[in-house]
Nanobody, 118 residues
Framework: VQLQASGGGSVQAGGSLRLSCAAS????????TRWFRQAQGKERELVAS????????WYTESVKGRFTLSRDSAKNSVYLQMNSLKPEDTGVYYC????????????WGQGTLVTVSS
């Protein structure tokens, strides 16, 4: 069971990036999925989440209207489209998955670094 996060990079403020989280050994339709980020020296922050049936998507207030979480069942992947990026969006972004009904997010991707310069 593995998640592979990718798509990070360096952009200027106002730019866009699309993060991908590809799964192997699990099917997202049975898992709740979250994107977290962690800036240097700060605690990990929940950015967005999608429940297993895809009907409930949640965003932290600071990214509402700029980030869009989506899922492609055929590719067994979850995406985070990030537009109008700000320097405060800088950090390592992680995807994580939790089997529906489980207590913890036990499956984590390796993280992908997003750097937004002003």
């Amino acid at each position: 069971v593995q998640l592979q996060a990718s798509g990070g990079g360096s952009v200027q403020a106002g730019g866009s990036l699309r993060l991908s989280c590809a799964a192997s050994g699990l099917t997202f339709g049975y898992y709740d999925t979250r994107w977290f980020r962690q800036a240097q020296g700060k605690e990990r922050e929940l950015v967005a989440s999608i429940n297993r049936d895809g009907r409930r998507i949640w965003y932290t207030e600071s990214v509402k209207g700029r980030f869009t979480l989506s899922r492609d069942s055929a590719k067994n992947s979850v995406y985070l489209q990030m537009n109008s990026l700000k320097p405060e969006d800088t950090g390592v972004y992680y995807c994580a998955a939790k089997l529906a009904g489980a207590d913890d997010y036990s499956v984590w991707g390796q993280g992908t670094l997003v750097t937004v310069s002003s």
